[in-house]
């Protein structure tokens, strides 16, 4: 089917209605055949329209194609945004790769609730995506390749073009008159998805002319097989995780079956925000995770992540940072205190219970952290116990013991975090007090990606 504004309007209208439209305009043919389209639209719609130019500044003739997109959007009416990145390769990361990480940032910095963002991705980029997942070793998930539309920053992530093929926004551009960018670096064989576009693809298509299209088909079936798939997952999932879903049972987890759980041990990291692990890592979480005796505390990493095991428990978390436990923080006990190496805030707030007021008022408060021989009378205590077993009656697990605060008061130990109070501090019972409240900080917001 050729392209047509008709049939795009269609396609349109089948997406979340958004507040506004922001149009991803590189200033290449499937962009700029993107921009002119919804240009022309705008009196089928009541959505606002925009367009973002991200130079990445990787090109002798960057600064001149930001100039050729601006001039676009002047003749067209379209208010116009360009953004200038300066890219960080991290080790191990392509180039490609940080420039797509950063683009997608720099796009989703510039939407608004309700906006949603539309990029040119076309039909072929949807093969191309397809054998790259699949020569990458991917699962369903990863064959599913792109959607027509997702959840994305604060709005929505649409791609209106995946049911034309490249050659079809050519011939339109073509047709219209229209004058776009030719960027030299997509002729670059050093990257993989030029060398499929311009290697494989066209030899493929001598042989199957409609690949494309069934090559998307099969993705559509892929997603459908993930969704099926994520529902398991979910249900599983939630009758694991009824406490709450910071730690994994694995007694539970133990009794699903192999593909089963590590189906589960991906969803539980998906939900909490974290990026996924590769097939090996997952492997050895199944393998040493369970396995392991109780005693023993082994770790699977990976960048921004440590799953840990503690008893018959999976804990997922952020690295935890260097801690000096010499550390010692004055503190006002009014204000949160930020806690560098625990991670977390605490806080003091007017409750029933807790520490007696006129202890905290005209005390020298200071937070400190263990270092070993602390001992603590807990309310309801017959008599004081180290914090090590304190900690073990809890199931604490060990690497949160010394980066708890310890809070104390005219150099006496007068609280452990928000566990327990110490007396003498305790305030009478049902009396006014200071409750204190430790929050951890826990997984990253969880991003909605393209």
């Keep these: ?51 973002v130019h991200v130079n990445h500044g990787l090109q002798e003739d960057a600064s001149a194609w930001a100039g050729h997109c601006e001039a676009v959007c002047r003749d067209l009416g379209v208010p116009f945004v360009r953004v200038d990145l300066a890219l960080e390769v991290r080790q191990g990361e392509s180039l490609e ?14 939407m608004a609730g309700g906006d949603m963002l539309l990029t040119a991705h076309h039909q072929d980029d949807q093969a191309e995506t397809l054998l790259l997942q699949l020569l990458r070793g991917s699962g369903p998930r990863g064959l599913a390749a792109m959607p027509l539309w997702s959840a994305f920053g604060p709005g929505f992530h649409g791609r209106p073009l995946l049911g034309f093929e490249h050659k079809q926004l050519q011939d339109h551009a073509a047709a219209e008159g229209l004058a776009w960018i030719d960027d030299a670096s997509n002729r670059d064989m050093r990257h993989d998805r030029n060398f499929l576009r311009r290697q494989v693809l066209p030899l493929l298509r001598q042989r199957w002319p409609a690949m494309a299209r069934t090559i998307s088909r099969s993705a559509a079936h892929c997603a459908e097989a993930q969704g099926l798939i994520d529902e398991v997952a979910a249900a599983d999932l939630k009758g694991l995780t009824a406490g709450g879903g910071t730690w994994l049972p694995l007694k539970g987890l133990a009794g699903l079956a192999p593909p089963r ?50 008893r018959d428990r999976l804990y997922l978390m952020s690295p935890l940072p260097r801690h000096d436990p010499a550390m010692v923080l004055d503190w006002d006990g009014r204000t949160a205190l930020r806690l560098p190496s625990c991670p977390g805030v605490l806080r003091a707030e007017k409750g029933t219970g807790g520490i007696d007021p006129a202890k905290w008022s005209a005390g020298k408060i200071q937070v400190r952290f263990r270092r070993g021989g602390e001992r603590c009378r807990p309310a309801g205590r017959g008599h004081g116990h180290s914090l090590k077993k304190l900690f073990q009656e809890r199931g604490l697990p060990p690497w949160e013991r010394d980066r708890l605060p310890l809070i104390y008061i005219d150099d006496q130990l007068a609280a452990v975090a928000d566990l327990w109070v110490c007396e003498p501090f305790l305030a009478g019972k049902d009396a006014p007090g200071i409750e204190l409240r430790f929050c951890r900080s826990g997984a990253p917001a969880a991003k909605n990606r393209p």
Excluded at 97 to 108: I, T, V
Aim: charge should be positive.
């Design 97 to 110: 790769a940080a420039a797509r990480n950063a683009r997608y940032r720099a796009l989703e910095a510039q």
């Design 1 to 51: 089917m050729a392209f047509s504004l008709a049939r795009l309007l269609q396609i349109l209208q089948e997406l979340p209605s958004p507040r506004r439209y922001l149009v991803a305009f590189s200033g290449g043919c499937d962009s700029t055949v993107l921009l002119h389209a919804m240009a022309a639209l705008r009196g089928e719609h009541a959505a606002g329209l925009a367009a």
């Design 261 to 310: 759980r590590g189906f589960v041990l991906r969803a539980w990291i998906r939900e909490r925000g974290f990026p996924l692990p590769d097939s090996a890592r997952l492997g050895r979480i199944q393998k040493e995770m369970l396995n392991a005796p109780r005693d023993r505390a082994p770790m699977v990493c990976w960048a921004g992540v440590e799953v840990r095991r503690y």
